[in-house]
């Protein structure tokens, strides 16, 4: 057994018997990256990481192709980074199935669960039935810190597929506050019209920052319209 696989061993136990509280972020990196770099120290490959991107939830969103820059990083290991946060995103939509949201707080703690560690803008569509019950969260689009697309022809298509009686669109402003911009209310503008020619009602758009939250609806931005 060498240096490293003695260390490797020592970080195993220490997460089985303390949990990953234990670790500071770049230690929490190196564990991970011990399953997909079999005999390397990974501790200086997890500190490069953290420098690049700045956060472990930044290191967990990067792309692919990016983190592969990182020395060190193959393409296994990348792969292995990049699904961690998919996955958890993939699994708290599939709990979202029986998730009732009847109030502009049951779906803002919906929400902020949903956004949490996001580094990036993206936009969801919350499909729901007359009771209020989630049907169905589909994300629409991702773009840079700072902006999303609409895609119309998504947004109609998953309130169809879904049989959706109300919409609720919802993004992030990953590094501002979370009021609605002149983008926002165009979007809002185009949504609302677009789900009307199908009979659905868009019900709120909902913007999250910082563990915040404000909706448009009780805002009285969508009366505006």
């Given at each position: 057994?060498?240096?490293?696989?003695?260390?490797?061993?020592?970080?195993?136990?220490?997460?089985?018997?303390?949990?990953?509280?234990?670790?500071?972020?770049?230690?929490?990196?190196?564990?991970?990256?011990?399953?997909?770099?079999?005999?390397?120290?990974?501790?200086?490959?997890?500190?490069?990481?953290?420098?690049?991107?700045?956060?472990?939830?930044?290191?967990?969103?990067?792309?692919?192709?990016?983190?592969?820059?990182?020395?060190?990083?193959?393409?296994?290991a990348a792969i292995l980074l990049s699904l961690i946060?998919?996955?958890?995103?993939?699994?708290?939509?599939?709990?979202?199935?029986?998730?009732?949201?009847?109030?502009?707080?049951?779906?803002?703690?919906?929400?902020?669960?949903?956004?949490?560690?996001?580094?990036?803008?993206?936009?969801?569509?919350?499909?729901?039935?007359?009771?209020?019950?989630?049907?169905?969260?589909?994300?629409?689009?991702?773009?840079?810190?700072?902006?999303?697309?609409?895609?119309?022809?998504?947004?109609?298509?998953?309130?169809?597929?879904?049989?959706?009686?109300?919409?609720?669109?919802?993004?992030?402003?990953?590094?501002?506050?979370?009021?609605?911009?002149?983008?926002?209310?165009?979007?809002?503008?185009?949504?609302?019209?677009?789900?009307?020619?199908?009979?659905v009602t868009l019900l709120d758009h909902i913007i999250?920052?910082?563990?915040?939250?404000?909706?448009?609806?009780?805002?009285?931005?969508?009366?505006?319209?």
């Amino acid at each position: 057994m060498g240096i490293h696989d003695g260390h490797r061993e020592k970080m195993r136990a220490r997460f089985l018997t303390a949990g990953l509280d234990a670790f500071a972020d770049h230690e929490a990196l190196e564990l991970l990256l011990y399953y997909a770099i079999r005999r390397r120290d990974t501790n200086p490959i997890a500190h490069a990481l953290m420098e690049r991107y700045g956060s472990l939830s930044a290191v967990l969103e990067a792309p692919v192709e990016d983190l592969r820059k990182v020395e060190g990083i193959g393409e296994h290991a990348a792969i292995l980074l990049s699904l961690i946060s998919k996955i958890n995103h993939k699994a708290r939509l599939a709990d979202a199935r029986e998730t009732m949201l009847k109030s502009t707080e049951g779906v803002g703690t919906y929400l902020l669960e949903l956004f949490a560690g996001l580094s990036q803008e993206v936009l969801y569509q919350l499909c729901l039935d007359q009771k209020g019950k989630l049907l169905a969260c589909k994300r629409l689009s991702e773009g840079s810190a700072n902006t999303t697309d609409l895609n119309i022809r998504l947004l109609m298509k998953n309130a169809i597929l879904t049989s959706a009686s109300g919409v609720i669109l919802s993004h992030n402003h990953p590094s501002g506050i979370a009021l609605p911009s002149q983008d926002d209310f165009n979007t809002t503008e185009q949504a609302r019209v677009a789900l009307n020619t199908i009979g659905v009602t868009l019900l709120d758009h909902i913007i999250v920052a910082d563990g915040d939250y404000v909706s448009m609806a009780d805002s009285g931005f969508l009366a505006e319209f």
